[in-house]
């Protein structure tokens, strides 16, 4: 509790030392490269500014249920977006804007794949914190459904989120790593390491959902950026990073 009440002042002071016209998206890590395009795209053509807030879902999440000052949120899964509306924290109920993909990422001089994970070679393997991100928790559902959760639970290094994760992996801290095909799709990284992606069966599907904040005083802007998520630009973008848009496929 005194982790989520410390934060929630960071976002205060951080929002506070912004232009308060901004509108505030709060969005989960995976989505970084792609939002921020996105951001772009809109912010261009709507002539509204927005402020990105990263983090994994859970914590995101949190923070909304003890006040902080966000207009939309973006989540990585559904089940964070659809406990704030039972709290009556949203104006709508949560609507599913794209299916994530997962992948088994390194940056290091070899080509990972499940089955190399119970060898000695590989040391550290980083996962998001499957208590508040889902790209976390789907990962451990992926090496429960493999067989080999036990054997490599001693090697797990949990990242605070998806980004963080992909720090790890990138100055190779970690032999290994789980991250969001989003992530490897970018400019950014996309020539970075080796990877693999994940079998979906493998794992529940991870359905990303949007909602609006209650508490928003800016519910205008809020809905028209909302709305644009779910915009062919905006869909356009999310295919681009690999995301599964339902309707789409």
């Given at each position: ?10 976002v ?10 901004k ?7 995976n989505m ?17 500014a ?11 999440s ?8 966000y ?17 009556n ?6 609507k ?7 992948v ?7 080509i ?14 980083a ?63 996309k ?5 693999i ?5 493998d794992h ?43 309707g789409?496929?």
């Amino acid at each position: 509790m005194r982790q989520i009440v410390y934060s929630i002042l960071a976002v205060f002071v951080l929002i506070g030392c912004s232009n308060k016209s901004k509108l505030v998206v709060a969005t989960s890590a995976n989505m970084q490269f792609a939002v921020e395009e996105i951001q772009d795209k809109f912010e261009k053509e709507e002539g509204i500014a927005i402020d990105l807030i990263i983090g994994s879902s859970g914590k995101l999440s949190a923070q909304i249920e003890q006040g902080a000052p966000y207009d939309v949120f973006i989540s990585a899964n559904t089940k964070y977006p659809q406990y704030l509306f039972d709290k009556n924290l949203t104006e709508d109920e949560p609507k599913v804007y794209a299916h994530g993909r997962l992948v088994l990422w390194t940056c290091k001089n070899f080509i990972p794949s499940l089955d190399s994970l119970t060898s000695g070679a590989i040391e550290k393997i980083a996962i998001a914190n499957p208590k508040h991100a889902p790209y976390g928790e789907a990962a451990v559902s992926v090496l429960k459904n493999e067989g080999i959760y036990d054997a490599v639970l001693p090697k797990l290094v949990y990242a605070e989120s998806i980004s963080q994760c992909n720090h790890l992996i990138t100055t190779k801290a970690v032999d290994v790593g789980f991250t969001s095909y989003s992530t490897i799709s970018s400019e950014k990284m996309k020539n970075t390491g080796n990877w693999i992606a994940v079998d979906n069966t493998d794992h529940d599907p991870i359905e990303q959902a949007a909602v609006i904040i209650k508490n928003s005083d800016k519910k205008e802007a809020a809905r028209k950026f909302y709305e644009f998520l779910f915009s062919d630009p905006a869909i356009d973008i999310l295919q681009n990073y690999g995301y599964l848009i339902p309707g789409h496929e």
